[in-house]
């Protein structure tokens, strides 16, 4: 080997120990960044006239287990989805079941119930008699308001749809330009490891929302389809469409035309619109809107229902005539299964019973149809009451269950189905957190180990000093040459 192809090799190897220097800090440097995947340098030899004159980094190559990396985005978004399913039941139950300030459905009847025999006791008193109306007016209270947070939840979940549609077409363009650039990177000889970083984080951003499988293609760019089978990105980023809806009523259902579906390139996502992205936040977010919501509603509605019935039955009230409401409406009209979806949000007491609404108080006692207050001490109306209370009866609406229930009973179906609910949903976001955690571990064990990477600096120095004492070596040589 002639002294000028030792030099050569000496300051490739000088130069080449730089850069390996330079690759081990950045990976300790960003051992805890999110996306950031390990870099191995690949060495090969640098010919010069056939001959072997030096050392040269051939490629650069990111530490990545493709299999743990789906995995570990599948469980991401199975966790995005559990999470947003459980926040919903939870606040279902919290609306049915009430808290330590306010009691649930449960409690306004007992309170109704308590009330109704306390007056029946005392018919002659107003205060005893507000007490009724006061009880009553709870029970509508909480009908209402549980109606209410259902519709705000849908609408809540609808804007959610609208705000991750638009996340997701922001991150499928920028995989799609990012693609573009590691191919043009790739084709130059260009280390595309910073890119592909950030394009993994961007894939990340999409696996939360969208479940979905990365298929390699050539020249360093992937392709990105659901775990469903839809196109995200092959070549072009697919677009997706959604025209949310900025007040949601109880009837308004995505089947009806009320509601907006999600769009994928210009076509309509089959009737149930989440089945070829089911799995993470967005799915979620339609399920909240379009299932979980109305099947809640349902039951709420049912429960109303029968109060409308079991208190406007014939015979309950003889001073009612015929198709006249009694004491629960349908916003002042009788109680009317075919008007059933949104009547706990309807719910309203009889004007008639209701001083702040012209109304006489002492109708409790007399009639709701009665022209003038009668005996002081008439009973039979509130006895009557009381007794529908505890009239075990089959219920009425097909969206509660079958066999006899009291109001009490039905009550507290309602609160025990939205308890199991919220039980099954944090049991599903458990296993979702604990089966990414364990993943994510795995990652992380895979990932940049510190002492490792020192190791490698220790040997990446005594190569450097090595090529160093070389190039001494090779001065000192030329120096005595020169000498001569």
């Not at 966790?79 to 300030?101: D, H, I, P, V, Y």
């Not at 979702?432 to 364990?438: H, I, K, M, N, P």
Request: avoid cysteine.
């Amino acid at each position: 080997m002639s002294l000028a192809s030792a030099l050569g090799s000496a300051l490739s190897g000088l130069s080449v120990s730089g850069r390996l220097a330079n690759l081990v800090s950045t990976n300790i440097a960003n051992a805890a960044t999110p996306g950031y995947a390990k870099r191995e340098a690949e060495l090969g030899s640098t010919l010069l006239g056939g001959q072997t004159s030096g050392v040269t980094i051939t490629a650069y190559l990111r530490d990545v287990d493709a299999y743990l990396l789906n995995e570990r985005r599948a469980a991401s978004a199975g966790r995005a989805g559990a999470q947003a399913e459980q926040a919903f039941l939870t606040k279902l139950e919290t609306a049915l079941s009430g808290n330590l300030l306010s009691g649930g459905l449960s409690d306004r009847l007992a309170t109704f119930e308590s009330a109704l025999i306390a007056a029946a006791a005392r018919p002659d008193s107003e205060s005893f008699l507000a007490n009724v109306l006061t009880g009553a007016q709870g029970i509508v209270d909480h009908l209402n308001s549980a109606e209410a947070m259902l519709q705000s939840a849908r609408t809540e979940a609808d804007a959610a749809i609208a705000d991750q549609v638009d996340q997701l077409n922001t991150a499928l363009q920028q995989v799609q330009d990012l693609n573009t650039r590691i191919q043009v990177a790739n084709a130059a000889g260009r280390d595309t490891s910073a890119l592909q970083d950030l394009r993994q984080s961007q894939i990340d951003r999409i696996a939360g929302i969208i479940p979905i499988a990365q298929i390699p293609r050539e020249g360093g760019v992937v392709a990105l389809y659901s775990t469903q089978g839809a196109p995200l990105v092959d070549g072009r980023a697919s677009r997706f469409d959604f025209t949310p809806t900025r007040a949601i009523t109880a009837d308004a259902t995505l089947q009806n035309g009320a509601l907006g579906g999600l769009i994928l390139n210009g076509r309509p996502i089959g009737t149930d619109a989440v089945g070829l992205v089911e799995g993470g936040s967005l799915s979620a977010a339609f399920d909240i809107r379009d299932r979980l919501a109305p099947e809640a509603q349902a039951r709420l509605d049912g429960v109303a229902l029968e109060l409308g019935l079991r208190f406007q039955a014939t015979g309950l009230d003889g001073t009612l005539s015929s198709g006249a409401a009694g004491l629960f409406t349908d916003a002042g009209a009788r109680a009317d299964m075919a008007a059933e979806v949104g009547l706990a949000g309807r719910l309203r007491i009889n004007s008639a019973v209701d001083p702040a609404q012209g109304g006489g108080i002492w109708r409790l006692r007399d009639g709701i149809g009665a022209a003038s207050p009668g005996n002081v001490g008439q009973t039979s109306l509130l006895t009557a009451y009381h007794q529908v209370l505890g009239q075990s009866a089959a219920a009425i609406s097909a969206s509660l269950p079958t066999g006899s229930r009291t109001l009490a009973g039905l009550a507290t179906d309602l609160q025990s189905y939205a308890a199991r609910q919220r039980v099954t949903a944090d049991e599903a976001l458990t296993f979702a957190e604990g089966r990414l955690g364990t993943l994510q571990a795995e990652e992380l064990l895979q990932g940049v180990d510190s002492d490792q990477e020192l190791q490698k600096l220790l040997l990446i120095e005594q190569a450097y000093a090595a090529n160093a004492r070389v190039i001494q070596a090779i001065d000192s040589m030329m120096n005595t040459l020169l000498e001569l």
